[in-house]
């Protein structure tokens, strides 16, 4: 009996393994298919990456060069700038004044605002003063209260016309009454 059962439990033990295999050789297939289109799939995309870097190295080569472009002419102005100024300096220092007219006149608003010829000739100075009182208080039901009054202004103008003639006006302001 046992030598019956043998070819019996072989032909069975083939056929399962044949049935094993056979299952498993579609799906395997399958598997290889997916796997070469995902192989298609990612060479095309690494494809267009390429194809962008080498877009972007293009662009960026373009834009080095206009940088450096910019840079070269930001230099050569600089330089003649530079140029132009010593040149004009050393005109100044080995042949006098510069050719262009000079403002004939200082200015000054160190105490209010002065204009003054060069020769001191003519001048003309506008100032004054102004008081303020303020004060502030803490009352706890009113908060902070503050207050500032104009006190008094006073306007000065003066100035001198050719060494011959001086002039000075004042004007105050006090309250209501003009003095």
Known sequence: MGLALKPTLKI??????????????????????????????????????????????????????KS?????????????????????????????????????YTVNIGHGLTVESLDHANSFHVGGRVYVDGGGSTQPERGLSETANLAQARLQVEGRL??????????????NIIW
């Open 162 to 175: 050719h060494h011959i003639w001086e002039y000075r006006f004042q004007y105050d302001f006090v309250g």
């Open 68 to 104: 450096a472009a910019q840079d070269r002419k930001l230099t050569q102005v600089s330089n003649e700038t530079r140029n132009h100024s010593n040149t004009a300096n050393s005109a100044e220092v080995t042949k006098g004044p510069a050719t262009l007219a000079s403002f004939p």
């Open 12 to 65: 069975k033990t083939l056929t399962a393994a044949a049935l094993g295999v056979a299952a498993v050789l579609p799906i395997h297939g399958a598997r290889a298919e997916d796997t070469a289109a995902e192989l298609r799939e990612l060479k095309a995309r690494l494809d267009a990456t390429i194809g962008e870097v080498h877009s972007l190295k293009a662009r960026l080569q373009r834009y080095e060069g």
